[in-house]
Nanobody, 117 residues
Framework: QVQLSESGGGLVQPGGSLRLSCAAS????????MVWYRQAPGKERELVAA???????NYVDSVKGRFTISRDYAKNTVYLQMNSLKPEDTAVYYC???????????WGQGTHVTVSS
């Protein structure tokens, strides 16, 4: 059994920063990719940032230069540093961890990020 625990969401003013964390616990084996998704009200879920087991990163165009994804291999934790936040970044942010040879996906419960003055 694998659990993902997310934290770090909240209310922030435009231009502010937040750091999201997602820690995997339980029976952890061979983490492949770790990904942050988000879903805004009335919109489909979209990939925000991803990091591979080798440390390669990928971002959706709208967050490039503002968000940084990183991972702590020892703690089985992935982070999302979000700077220069905009109202359009408001969404529920979910972490996704892919594990094992068969590539099983696990999801966090989501953390709310609201960017508003």
């Amino acid at each position: 059994q694998v659990q993902l625990s997310e934290s770090g969401g909240g209310l922030v003013q435009p231009g502010g920063s937040l750091r999201l964390s997602c820690a995997a616990s339980g029976t952890i084996f061979s983490i492949n990719g770790m990904v942050w998704y988000r879903q805004a009200p009335g919109k489909e879920r979209e990939l925000v940032a991803a990091i591979t087991s080798g440390g390669r990163t990928n971002y959706v165009d709208s967050v490039k230069g503002r968000f940084t994804i990183s991972r702590d291999y020892a703690k089985n934790t992935v982070y999302l540093q979000m700077n220069s936040l905009k109202p359009e970044d408001t969404a529920v942010y979910y972490c996704n961890v892919n594990m094992g040879f068969e590539g099983v996906d696990y999801w966090g419960q989501g953390t709310h990020v609201t960017v508003s003055s």
